[in-house]
């Protein structure tokens, strides 16, 4: 198993930025890709972002492209999501999830079902 805890989320006004962490317990973290998904309430669970597993291929939503950047320390088991210009729409909690892929796969995943671990999520809210 891969124990994921969020942090850093909270209450910014538009505009701002927030910079979310994700850490992981264990000591294959290298192994995973990551990925970052955001849900809010009344909607379904929404892809943002991703990231190798050696941290050299991303893939983002659209819609967040420029703003979000995802990184990963894996000497420090720990991936981010940096959260820039926020806009009222990106109100959600935001989710980190894991997949074991090894070191023979180079790229990540969109869809929530081919991730095995979980965080709880931490809220983002943004005021307009």
């Known amino acids: 198993q891969v124990p994921l805890v969020e942090s850093g989320g909270g209450l910014v006004q538009a505009g701002g930025s927030l910079r979310l962490s994700c850490a992981a317990s264990?000591?294959?973290?290298?192994?995973?890709?990551m990925g970052w998904f955001r849900q809010a309430p009344g909607k379904n669970r929404e892809f943002v972002g991703c990231?190798?597993?050696?941290?050299?291929?991303?893939h983002y939503l659209d819609s967040v492209k420029g703003r979000l950047t995802i990184s990963r320390d894996n000497a420090k088991n720990t991936v981010y999501l940096q959260m820039n210009s926020l806009k009222p729409e990106d109100t959600a909690v935001y989710l980190c999830?894991?997949?074991?892929?090894?070191?023979?796969?180079?790229?990540?995943?969109?869809?929530?079902?081919?991730?095995?671990?979980w965080g709880q999520g931490t809220q983002v809210t943004v005021s307009s």
């Open positions: 990231i190798s597993w050696s941290g050299d291929n991303t």
């Open positions: 264990g000591r294959t973290f290298s192994s995973y890709a």
């Open positions: 999830a894991a997949i074991e892929v090894g070191t023979y796969y180079s790229g990540c995943y969109i869809n929530p079902w081919e991730y095995g671990y």
